[in-house]
């Protein structure tokens, strides 16, 4: 046994850094991995714990070894980069009669900002924080009021719409809501625990199709992996389907590490990450991104702002997305009919 247990210190590192890859590489496919990597924070701590361990028995290189070890399995859990998921599942029913509608709209002509929050029970400091951020358009998660209802469409100054979804999806515009054929939103479950919905908002400069996606919590519903897989699927397709260069897509994705394969899965059809960044839990350390905003081609986002209040868990997301092309609308000439 002794003459093992050196090679046992000089593998710990490797085999730590080996194990930290493969859960990256299975992360948001497998409920397993994805339960280990939600307690991170948990596996630092027993690492510390460790590495004191060994320093109290005087032993300072299986201690460094230790924290390595820790800091390379992180590292590699965030290297990996899974494939997409294919387009194996039929787009949402919606997507083909909006999709003449999607691809008809004007580019912008001014930048947009966009709040997206998913809100808990406790909404405390919500209509203040909002009144603040001043956004044209709020996407907002969570049963609201009536009176709340109302109290946040007047901090946005315009319009809400909600989606039939399970959580509720409200949508503050300082516009309105452009009608498509017979209806102003469109919603469909592809999978247990999942929802998709589209609105068309138009702010002021701008009209555009807001995709709203919500993914099955871990292991809240049976077979939870191929319902995520689903998931993934249908939103590929249908935002392939719409195929409109004004696209914002919001996304409640409770996965550790942002969801790799779900990455993966919205570059393959061309959308632009504008806000990927940790917002659960809202104090004191944010350590995963619960939420997440993605765009198409026509949109440049700025650096995402957090916005935090009393009371809920998760921090909102405010972006301020710019045109990509700027537009340059025609000016009169002296001699030119006024229009």
Request: one cysteine or more.
């Amino acid at each position: 046994m002794r003459r093992v247990r050196p090679w046992l210190r000089i593998l710990l590192v490797p085999a730590l850094a080996l194990f930290g890859s493969l859960l990256g590489w299975l992360a948001d496919g497998s409920l397993v991995a994805s339960l280990v990597l939600l307690v991170e924070p948990v596996l630092w701590v027993g690492a510390c714990w460790l590495a004191y361990a060994a320093l109290l028995r005087r032993d300072t290189a299986l201690a460094l070894r230790i924290l390595f070890g820790a800091v390379a399995a992180a590292a590699s859990a965030r290297i990996p980069r899974p494939p997409a998921e294919p387009a194996g599942v039929d787009a949402a029913p919606f997507a083909e009669r909006t999709r003449a509608c999607a691809r008809g709209l004007p580019l912008p002509t001014r930048t947009v900002r966009v709040l997206q929050w998913t809100l808990s029970a406790d909404h405390e400091g919500v209509v203040a924080a909002v009144t603040e951020a001043a956004p044209d358009l709020a996407v907002v998660r969570g049963a609201l009021s009536g009176g709340e209802v109302e109290a946040l469409a007047a901090a946005v100054g315009g319009e809400v719409l909600s989606l039939a979804q399970e959580p509720p999806i409200h949508v503050f515009s300082r516009g309105s809501f452009d009608l498509c054929g017979e209806a102003d939103s469109w919603n469909d479950a592809p999978a247990p625990g999942t929802a998709l919905g589209l609105a068309f908002v138009a702010v002021p400069g701008a009209t555009l199709p807001l995709v709203t996606a919500s993914l099955p919590e871990l292991g809240a519903v049976r077979n939870w992996e191929a319902s995520l897989r689903t998931a993934r699927a249908a939103l590929r397709s249908t935002v392939d389907s719409l195929g409109s260069s004004l696209l914002l897509v919001s996304i409640d994705a409770p996965l550790p590490l942002a969801g790799p394969r779900l990455a993966s899965t919205l570059r393959s059809v061309q959308l632009l990450p504008a806000s990927r960044a940790p917002n659960w839990p809202a104090w004191p350390l944010p350590l995963h991104t619960w939420d997440q905003l993605w765009v198409a081609e026509a949109w440049r986002g700025a650096p995402m702002k957090a916005v935090r209040a009393r009371g809920p868990t998760r921090a909102g997301m405010l972006v301020e997305f710019a045109p990509r092309w700027p537009v340059v609308l025609p000016t009169p000439g002296d001699d030119d009919p006024v229009r």
